[in-house]
């Protein structure tokens, strides 16, 4: 399915490889040594067109019986679910780039090795449901009309985002764009969180504190089908680490985050939002080695 020179990004520890030959010896083999019953559930799958290239975005879990050590992370023997956001480039019918996102740090989490120099996440770290509406995994046809409206929704609340004044939340205007009931799926680290204002005490203000300068752009794919929008940079949003986070103290470094966006659109609202970010990679940027604190 991949191209021999197919070139695959995944998150910190496994990071990049190019060739199919790696991405096998570097990522699938340990991690189908690591959990060898592993089954994947998609729970969203879309699919479009970004700068004439063929994308196909999905996000769900793996799950498996942690059978052996996988990352340094020691086996627990119980059932792991490995939560993911990827997006992959076909070309010629084979996978060409890929992006993918896995949270390591829920790992840890359900591992019992949660780092103790980092703080728990505030919002509850549960799994992950799938879309309310349960039609996430779309492999019929959809007027490209819909996704369309979808689309443009999610850039009007983005470039909503960009209008903070650096005082005020409100200065964004969220409400136009938001559900009163939408539910903001986070990493771990930061969690789930239930309206607006949930999503504000749970990771926006905190995000702002510490990223005040934060500037997106360089997406790798952004596309919408149907009610769904998927989008992902490499990195996406760049900024100055200016305020805690993860428990990191500032450091005036320049940091670069890999982001995974999946909204679902309830007719002119956004209802569920799933992010990804690599925090482990943002976590080294700012000196916090997550990985060599459990070893």
Known sequence: ???????????????????????????????????????????????????????????????????????GIPATGQVLNVRY???????????????????ILDVLRQAGRWPAALPR????????????????????????????????LVEAMIKGLMEYDGKSLDSMAQERFWHPRMLWYGPSGIGTSRGLKGFQD????????AFPDRIGGDHKAR????????????????ATHRGPWLGAA?????????????????????????VFIDQLDLLLQMGCDVMGMIR
């Open 1 to 71: 399915m991949y191209h021999a020179d197919v070139a695959w990004h995944c998150p910190h520890p496994i990071n990049s490889h190019q060739g199919a030959a790696a991405v096998l010896a570097n990522f699938w083999r340990p991690f189908l040594a690591a959990l060898p019953d592993l089954e994947r559930r998609d729970d969203i799958l879309l699919s479009g067109e970004f700068k004439n290239g063929q994308w196909v975005g999905a996000t769900g879990y793996y799950t498996g019986t942690f059978s052996a050590d996988w990352l």
């Open 121 to 152: 996440s505030p919002g509850p770290d549960d799994r992950v449901p799938g879309p309310g509406s349960m039609d996430g995994v779309m492999l019929g046809s959809h007027r490209p009309s819909e996704g369309l409206r979808s689309l443009k």
């Open 85 to 103: 956001g990827e997006f992959s480039r076909i070309d010629d019918g084979k996978i060409r780039e890929v992006y993918l996102i896995l949270d």
């Open 202 to 209: 749970v990771h926006q203000r905190t995000f702002l504190t």
């Open 250 to 274: 500032a450091t005036e470094r320049r940091i670069g985050m890999r982001v995974m966006d999946f909204w679902r659109r309830e007719d002119d609202l956004l209802r569920e939002n799933w």
């Open 223 to 238: 596309i919408g089908e149907g009610a769904y929008v998927g989008s992902t940079g490499w990195p996406s949003v760049r």
